[in-house]
């Protein structure tokens, strides 16, 4: 079960933290990332981390994202600095079993709720 929290409404240019709880599996072998969907479209992956510590990100939020993991608590965070009206949407967490970063939504079995970001002046 993944749980997520953090979003909320932030100004252009300012900063969030998103947290995800991962519970009732361990962190080996267990990639985790966050996705993201705005209204009206597809949901897109922003972040992904495997449990070595590999990363990847979206190209719209490369250098401005930060997605890390803490094995020993079994959580995924999302650091998210100048944010843009464009970042706008629901957040996921999502969890899938593994080794390998995969990129789609079908590839992952594990959700959290999702959380609300809300960038706007």
């Known amino acids: 079960q993944l749980q997520a929290c953090g979003g909320g409404f932030v100004q252009p240019g300012g900063s969030l933290r998103l947290s995800c709880a991962v519970s009732g599996r361990s962190s080996s072998h267990y990639v985790m990332a966050w996705f993201r969907q705005a209204p009206g479209k597809q949901r897109e992956l922003v972040a992904a981390v495997t449990s070595g510590g590999l990363t990847d990100y979206a190209a719209s939020v490369e250098g401005r994202f930060t997605i890390s993991r803490d094995n020993a608590k079994n959580t995924l965070s999302l650091l998210a600095n100048t944010l843009k009206p464009e970042d706008t949407a629901v957040y996921y967490c999502?969890?899938?079993?593994?080794?390998?970063?995969?990129?789609?939504?079908?590839?992952?079995?594990?959700w959290g709720q999702g959380t609300l970001v809300t960038v706007s002046s």
């Open positions: 999502a969890g899938r079993s593994g080794s390998r970063i995969a990129y789609y939504p079908r590839s992952y079995h594990d």
